[in-house]
């Protein structure tokens, strides 16, 4: 298929197709013309995979670039795809040394993941992000010790022991890397939704507004479905 | 004190904070003289509160406006904050008409909530994020059902439940609606680290590399620890 049609198929616009050709994240299409290429089907897929890496896991070009590397490189274990990807979601280390409440926040974690014995990459971005929270509702004056995360180490534990036994590493390398990038972007995204759904239907059930439309403030816009 | 000595306490930088006196996100401090103001506890506080929206929420400063009229609203009920917060931390709409697999994916999701029994916003942007959840993965070839969230319903569910009966209401106004803001962005944060890291630990568990330190991609640069 032509670009034009590479661009209503995957529904991404043809600029943008351009720009990741450019970037080196999409393939080239084979020549046909002297300014014209065949697209496949292949370029669909690819396209929609870096949309799922944008759009879902709201990756930087650079971190998509990080991830299909790894997932095109044959010689990345399928063990290691999960980090690539984590990796690709950061936190980005920013490269400031880390303040005191930061190291101690941190020394905390590492003693909470080595009691529940999870064998994770001591340089794990999700260490610092575990350590950040910590951090951030202490600032604000709560007097909250690492173990207030163990119920959620808890469901955390019982979704990846499900989400990794349902891998199925005899299917073709391509399709395995990117079920196991996919499942951690897109199911976390699906498991926000659904805590902050939870959380409206609790506060509406605890608060008593049963039945009740929640009222929305005026003053944020958004477009009618 | 003064404007250096709250840049020091809140560990934000002096041109930040008059960035966010500017766009009127932290109140003006009192006048002491011609070019000087004294500020106070409250404003170390509050310039907690912003950097966690913004660097734990990652909320752009109009959402942190957004939330923060809300908070300092005294008209705007408590059960209401859980939407202003989960409002501002998106998806924003794009305007753009839903495509068909969208509109049939956000009826799936529709019943699936239905089914759950929950009750919840008809413009709860987490429903869209759901539905484009399923939508990506349909995309990419992925033969899922909306039924495949429920084990991660369950747990949402539980969380919240757990988090919406802490909720102290009998607390000051301020600090309660801090408290479900905060609890609302930090935990989440702490869910989705600890999900990537018993991720990394079941599939370490499964794939045997039992005791050994995971490998990581040279091309993925992090500071030392």
């Known amino acids: 298929m032509r670009i034009s049609e590479l661009g209503e198929r995957s529904e991404v616009p043809v600029p943008t197709i351009k720009l990741y050709l450019r970037e ?21 897929r690819r396209l929609h995979l870096i949309r799922a890496l944008t759009e879902v896991g709201g990756l930087s070009l650079n971190a998509v670039r990080n991830v299909l590397g790894a997932i095109d490189d044959k010689r990345v274990p399928l063990i290691d795809m999960l980090g690539v990807a984590h990796f690709a ?7 400031s040394p880390p303040s005191v409440e930061q190291v101690k926040a941190l020394t905390e974690v590492d003693g909470f993941l080595t009691g529940l014995k ?24 709560q007097d909250v010790d690492v173990q207030a995360f163990l119920p959620y180490a808890h469901v955390a534990d019982q979704l990846a022991r499900q989400e990794v036994s349902s891998i ?9 890397v990117e079920d196991i990038v996919l499942g951690t972007i897109v199911f976390e995204a699906a498991l926000v939704a659904l805590r902050r759904l939870a959380e409206e239907h609790h ?11 929640s009222r929305k403030p005026a003053s944020l816009n958004r477009t009618p479905r």
């Open 24 to 44: 080196g994240l999409l393939f080239r299409g084979k020549r046909t013309a002297r300014n014209q290429a065949e697209y496949s089907e292949e370029h669909v």
């Open 89 to 95: 979601l950061g936190p980005t280390p920013d490269g």
């Open 118 to 141: 999870w064998m994770v990459d001591p340089d794990a971005p999700a260490r610092k992000s575990l350590a950040q929270a910590l951090v951030t509702l202490r600032r604000l004056g």
């Open 168 to 176: 199925d590493p005899t299917k073709q390398r391509g399709q395995v």
């Open 203 to 213: 506060a509406a059930t605890r608060f008593e507004r049963r039945g009740e439309r």
